[in-house]
């Protein structure tokens, strides 16, 4: 078993591989763990987590950009690769669902995809339905998947008049489901118009936004 | 003035007596005239028709444009799927031409008399020709067209990973742009022809300033210097989205005497004539979200408060949308540009 502070140590080091954007560093931090015995619970959350919750700060405050978050994603996913098949299945509990995706008639999706890591980076399960999706899958995967939350994006103005017509399919299935939507033409106020419950300007935001949504949507239900 | 002189002028380095209306609309101008939003980009007959009726309709100064955001892909050996369905806006990519490294080994400049839609875009400027309104070619920015001829996302992770190629991305996107534009210059003469080059993936949403100095800078200064020595006299950089932090090196691009500049909303007109009102001509920049989703008093406002800023650009100011108007916007809202135009944009 190792001591607290080596414990410590190998958290930082997950931590800083994936801030670092170092694949290496992740798989070798998260082998060590492993062959000393620390939880690999812990070490997804304390480690890799908090790390990219940082790349997320970094992010927002421009100081990463769009390569910088998808080299940081890859040192996390190589690290969780590691770890994941080691969590106990008391720890396995889910912060919540969510059902990700690009509306029909647009295929701009790396808004989507950072926002996928920042989820799955915070612990919730993702069910990625990609890009140009036809409006009522969105519905019938949230009721496949008894989902929380149902989050959608459009890059183009013309995509984002989906937005509303697709809030209403997942709404007429379950008025309780909650509705986050994002992508570069949409503000709070339009996200509000749409009938959406959240929105996030960009991915550094999206985990806290749903948390925020998802304890509205535990009240309502 | 008539309004093809108004803009004319304006690249004289003369007077105008009202800001030009210069707009960039293509599906809104389709649905205008009861075409397929498609043909605004597979059919150049239909694609100028639509364009300058509509813009005889709406006031409109400038004159037809015939290109799309994600050029390039097509050209190099790529898929392009053109717009049909009810949310569709413009042509999207199917595949890519390059998906892994290995793919670079088969990166080929493209045929500029037979590939992808360089056919297309010059039966388009031979109307252009015939009609008499300025010849353009449309094309993206030399990053914009590295990230169309391969995954973006990728070229992302590259960046950091394997510069050298990223830098051969670019070299071939380039040597492209220069020998499309060398094509339409023999065709058409040199200082007829305005290269209009649209640079959305440089974007901050994207990519650093730092990135930009790096990897986009030294391109775009090279093809500009080599388009201007060619006899062209100036170029159009519509300067997509949020690109504050890139500014002060886009103001390092030659872009001729006058250059023009558009920009997205997200750029305040006062910073763009900070950087190159000295030397370019400004155009934008009302939000395209407003205009379709908005109120026609929004739009108004908007165009007004543009209009206000624009004036005080020393090289002349074009009233625009930050980028394209939306296909779907109300036609009020879209005449709300032309009403402010007129009610504001006179000179003294």
Redesign the interface.
Known sequence: MASKERTEELLKGLQEAVIA?DEDAAVEYSKAVLDEGIDAYNAVMNGLAKGMDKVGQLYEA?E?????L??CS?ALYAGLEILKPHIKAEDEQTKGQVVIGV?????HD?GK?LVKIMFEAAGWTVYDLGRDVKLDRFAEEQQRTNSDIVAMSAL???????LPEAIKLVKARDPKVAVMVGG??V?RD?AK?YGADGYADNAGQVVKEAARVLSEVRQRK | MASLDRVNALLAGQKVDRVPLYHFVLGFCAKNVGYPIASMYNDPEKSYMAQLWTFEQYGIDGGPDFGYASYGGWEFGGDIKFPSGEWEQAPSHGSFAVQSEEDMNKLRLPDVKKDGMLPLAMEFSKLQDKHGTPISIVLGGNFTIAGNICPVEKVCRWMIKKPELVRQLLRSATDHILEVIGYWAETFGAERVIPNIWEPLASNQIISPKQFEEFVLPYLKESSEKILSMGVRHIYYHICGEQNLNLPYWAQVPMGAPGIVSVGHEVDLATVIKHFGDRCIIVGNVDPVVIQNGTPQEVYQLSKQAIEKGKQAPRGYMLMSGCEIPPMSPPYNVYMMTKAVNDFGWYD
């Open positions: 954007m421009q990463y950009f769009v390569p910088e998808l080299l890859d509306v029909e008639g647009d295929i790396i995809n183009m103005t013309t995509s984002m008049l989906a570069a033409p503000t339009i118009s």
